[in-house]
């Protein structure tokens, strides 16, 4: 290996620390936001009916993605009917998770339904990291990853009996 080449190496991870240092503080928002729009959403479902909730935020949210793709440019990418099947579940997912996440907050509340739904992706995260599903690189289950789970559980019990 070259000694520019090896400077480029030592370069760049500096930069994706920094940027794992960024993007940390982001997600922690983005999380608090699913609370608000659980708190949001569990009203307006009452309301209007949980699925015509569901089908308002995602319309707001289709809106507005079509002004960001609409002003931030062309992007040339490969075509929906080019990509493997399996990549689009997620269109499935996200609407199941938001009619549940409409039912579950008004009767057990901000607090649990967020839990119970961190616990799910939690346990559910370290599982696709483990196995290395859907093309993620592999992160052996470990004792802190064992025990991290076993606190989230630990808190959905102490929110579910306070």
Known sequence: MQASSVEGVAQARPKRNILKLLLLPLVILAGMGLSMEAGLLGPLGEQVGHLWATLSIFGVGSALLFLLLFFSG????????????WQLIGGFL?????????????????????????????????????????????KRVNSERW???????????????G
């Open 74 to 85: 062309a992007r040339k990418g490969p075509a929906l009917s080019e990509l493997p099947r």
């Open 94 to 138: 996200g609407p199941i998770y938001v009619v549940v996440l409409t039912l579950a907050t008004p009767h057990i509340g901000i607090a649990m339904t967020m839990i119970a739904i961190l616990s799910g992706q939690v346990g559910k995260s370290v599982l696709i990291d483990h196995f290395g599903w859907f093309g993620t690189a592999r």
């Open 147 to 161: 025990i991290a789970l076993a606190l989230i559980v630990v808190a959905l019990v102490l929110i579910a009996r």
